[in-house]
């Protein structure tokens, strides 16, 4: 699932007539590159949620073959947050109820190897206690004190000297259970799940060490179009 519904408040007036994941960055739409990257995954479907300007990102994407997959649209109407747009797409029955799923912001650039990370996730989640698994990344200047710190691929909620303090990358792999006391069509955000998941030890997660962008603001996508321009 690529979340896709934000208005992206920080990014105006560019998102004032244009959803932020249809933001152009290296001459292509922000969504198309993550499109393309699961597409070469090997992934075949992918649940796109939608609110602010939805028409206009089904309007461009269409039904996902122009970039090798399936999309399947999840129309919100007015924005639910994370985890809100998540459990609207699982009542739906767009995403598995029963088996975890790989979920990525719309907002975001990486070179990641999907793959590779769901192959390690999944081996992951062979402990039925852990609810996720989480991308992490260094943290950037615009978000210095990160989010959670790391332990031998454990996310810990007393760190330790010698634990790395990072920052959510906005892609990890999830159980349908961590959202299944949601009433689906209310807003909830996903972050105090996560946290509650960590604090009953339920949380793994992986450092990438590649290139990762959060387009949180106009000078970021400008950073990021001219990095893709110029090859890094």
Request: net charge neutral; proline share 6%; with cysteine.
């Amino acid at each position: 699932m690529i979340l896709a519904a934000g208005r992206g408040e920080r990014m105006r007036p560019l998102t004032d007539r244009c959803p932020k994941p249809l933001l152009p960055a290296g001459g292509r739409a922000l969504i198309a590159h993550l499109l393309d990257a699961l597409a070469r995954a090997g992934l075949s479907r992918v649940v796109v949620n939608t609110a602010h300007l939805g028409e206009r990102l089904e309007q461009a994407l269409g039904d996902g073959r122009a970039h090798g997959l399936r999309i399947d649209w999840s129309r919100e109407g007015e924005a639910l947050e994370t985890a809100g747009g998540i459990a609207l797409a699982l009542e739906r029955g767009l995403l598995p109820h029963d088996e975890p799923f790989l979920l990525v912001n719309g907002d975001i650039w990486t070179d990641l190897d999907f793959s590779s990370f769901v192959g390690r996730a999944r081996r992951a989640l062979d402990d039925p206690r852990i609810d996720a698994h989480l991308l992490l990344v260094d943290n950037p200047p615009h978000h210095a004190a990160g989010d959670f710190d790391l332990r031998a691929m454990r996310v810990v909620s007393r760190p330790q000297s010698g634990d790395e303090r990072l920052t959510y990358a906005g892609v990890g792999v999830y159980r349908p259970r961590l959202f299944a006391d949601l009433v689906p069509g209310t807003r909830a955000p996903l972050a105090p799940r996560l946290f509650a998941a960590r604090d009953r030890d339920a949380l793994c997660a992986e450092r990438h060490r590649g290139r990762w962008f959060d387009i949180g603001t106009p000078q970021r996508l400008a950073e990021l179009d001219r990095a893709l321009r110029e090859g890094f």
